[in-house]
């Protein structure tokens, strides 16, 4: 009452300025959002509260409406399944064949390979412990591609996590609330993944561009992929575990190499969440950091009756420059040796331990 | 006091079209697949942007498309503002032009949303190529903006329905 009795009641603003005024408000909002979304760097801070607050409300709605359609998909199946019984049991008779004829193969090759890690002293992949759970929403976009899983970090599941339908890798986690989990899938705009190729072992990146075919970037080699090689996780980086199927390579329109996906043969309801660590998370870094260097002994041949010599790990540079080393043997071996009747010849350095990087 | 000459209240031509908007959005985003084939995945939330702005021009209108694209990229995953400007930029676009377009046949309103509607996929392409370092698919934009472009009925019924509403802007 006071605005109009005084002189700022007379102004009149007409309403396509102060709509204008608006939009040009709200648009600075938009792009300070936009700038300050860190959504590409994956990391647990950067999932911010609205995502999770939206998350919490949608995922419910969504598991309450795709239920009826679940229900009817369940009643349909177990129709069609009665009236095709004799049909499904040939084909599955047929399978059991085949697969008893694998199983002998497989028994054979595990046999095998355990004894070929013993011999080696491999140090294998620690057993992945995995999480179940139900997608609850799923974005099809062009500018994202992302699923709603209803399990969160309740049951251990962390950002970074892959996770697998029944048929192949579907994504990797990259936000996650107590009992919610947010999966990038492959074909996202934003997907980075390491694969090589099953048959050549060449490596490449295979880059999601909101398409439901992934390109192979960075493909390294000459003829590294032919049409119709498997695709597989390298295990490059540490983020997924080597070997997790991927898709077929195929060549695309464009002229590029793309994979069709193993995880779009079949409907993403359910999926698995590996809680894969790899070996950098799963070591003890500081442990490892404190460790201290221990002490280089190397062998002085000007020196016959003590073929041994230990050099002080914290001797400096110059020092160490003036004397020549010769072959080096493990600190840890210093047996003595009986006095050699003839001129003694320096030590052949023992063959070092194979060892398997993982 | 008539009906036409009483103010348009905001809640029945913005409030209520933004919620159905957020609702179909949801609908759309759920794992339903219908004879193997997956629902598709059009921005509803362009329908009001283009309707809003062809009815009257509003305050509250920028602000409610900038809720309705945070609530879009949460719900879709995709970088947090991209929708908000993409759907402000297509409003601005329809805003600005309004005095040229008001009153043209269904057929030439059809083609400007749809025009408006590539307009805000293009931002959305720029936006995406800055933010993610990566190029998204053209075939999937047009695929969207297909299905965006058949819900011009419903942009239609809305502008039918409130663009006489308020003497005022008659």
Same mark, same amino acid.
Request: hydrophobic content about 50%; overall charge positive; glycine content about 8%.
């Given at each position: @009452?006071?605005?109009?009795?005084? *002189? $700022? ?15 040009? &408000?709200?648009?600075?909002?938009? $792009? ?33 409406? *795709? ?28 399978? @059991? ?24 002293? !491999? ?6 412990? @995995? ?11 062009? $500018?994202?591609?992302?699923?709603? =899983? ?6 251990? &599941? ?25 999966? !990038?899938? !492959? ?52 983020? $997924? ?21 193993? *995880? ?24 490892? =950091?404190?460790?201290? &260097? ?18 002080? =790990? =914290? ?40 060892? &398997?990087?993982? | ?25 949801? +609908? ?6 219908? #004879?193997?084939?997956?629902?598709? /995945?059009? +921005?509803?939330?362009? +329908?009001?942007? #283009? ?44 805003? #600005? ?24 996929? %293009?931002?959305?392409?720029? %936006? ?6 990566? +190029? ?26 409130? /663009? ?7």
């Amino acid at each position: @009452m006071a605005l109009r009795e005084g *002189s $700022f009641g007379e102004v009149k603003v007409p309403l396509a300025w102060t709509a204008a005024v608006a939009l040009v &408000i709200a648009a600075i909002v938009a $792009f300070t959002l936009l700038l300050n979304d860190r959504r590409e760097t994956f990391k647990t801070e950067a999932y911010g509260a609205t995502r999770q607050a939206v998350d919490n409300v949608a995922a419910p709605v969504g598991g309450v409406l *795709s239920a009826p359609v679940r229900w009817t998909g369940s009643g349909v199946g177990f129709v069609t399944s009665y009236f095709n019984a004799a049909n499904e049991n040939r084909r599955l008779k047929h399978e @059991m064949d085949e697969m008893r004829q694998w199983q002998a193969v497989a028994v054979a090759l595990k046999d095998r390979n355990e004894r070929l890690e013993a011999l080696l002293g !491999l140090r294998t992949e620690p057993p992945i412990p @995995m999480a179940s759970a139900r997608v609850v929403i799923d974005s099809r976009g062009p $500018f994202a591609n992302a699923r709603l =899983a209803d399990n969160g970090s309740n049951a251990g &599941i962390a950002i970074g996590n892959p996770v697998m339908s029944d048929r192949g890798l579907v994504g990797r986690v990259v936000g996650v609330s107590p009992n919610i989990s947010r999966v !990038l899938l !492959l074909t996202d705009v934003a997907s980075r993944t390491p694969v090589m190729i099953d048959r050549t072992n060449a490596r490449a990146i295979l880059t999601g561009d909101g398409g439901p075919n992934p390109k192979l970037d960075y493909l390294r080699g000459r003829d590294p992929v032919k049409k119709g090689d498997r695709v597989l996780t390298s295990g490059d980086g540490g983020v $997924f575990p080597r070997g997790l199927p991927v898709g077929t390579a195929v060549k695309g329109l464009d002229g590029r190499w793309r994979v069709v996906l193993d *995880s779009d043969q079949g409907g993403i309801d359910f999926v698995r969440i590996l809680m894969f660590r790899d070996f950098s998370q799963l070591a003890n870094q500081q442990a490892l =950091a404190a460790s201290t &260097i221990p002490p280089v002994t190397t062998e002085d041949i000007r020196a016959p009756t003590t073929p041994l010599v230990t050099v002080p =790990a =914290a001797k400096s540079p110059a020092a160490t420059a003036a004397k020549p080393p010769v072959a080096a043997r493990p600190a840890q071996t210093p047996t003595p040796q009986p006095a050699p009747a003839a001129p003694p010849k320096p030590a052949p350095a023992p063959a070092a331990a194979p060892v &398997i990087p993982q | 006091m008539s009906n036409s000459a009483r103010p348009l209240d905001p809640w029945r031509w913005i409030g209520i079209p933004a919620l159905a908007c957020l609702a179909a959005s949801l +609908v759309f985003a759920t794992p339903i697949r219908v #004879f193997g084939l997956q629902l598709p /995945e059009p +921005v509803f939330a362009l +329908v009001p942007a #283009f309707a809003w702005a062809v009815i009257r021009p509003s305050m509250l209108a920028p602000f409610a498309l900038l809720a309705i694209g945070v609530f879009l990229d949460a719900l879709w995953g995709s970088p947090l503002g991209l929708w908000s400007l993409s759907l402000l930029i297509a409003y601005a676009a329809v805003l #600005f032009t309004r005095s040229w377009m008001s009153g043209q046949s269904p057929p030439v309103m059809w083609a400007w949303y749809v025009t408006v509607a590539a307009l805000a996929m %293009f931002a959305g392409y720029l %936006f995406t190529m800055m933010d993610s370092k990566g +190029v998204p698919s053209p075939t999937a934009i047009a695929w969207q903006l297909a299905w965006t472009a058949i819900l011009y009925p419903f942009a239609h019924r809305l502008i039918g329905r409130y /663009e006489d509403a308020d003497v005022r802007f008659k």
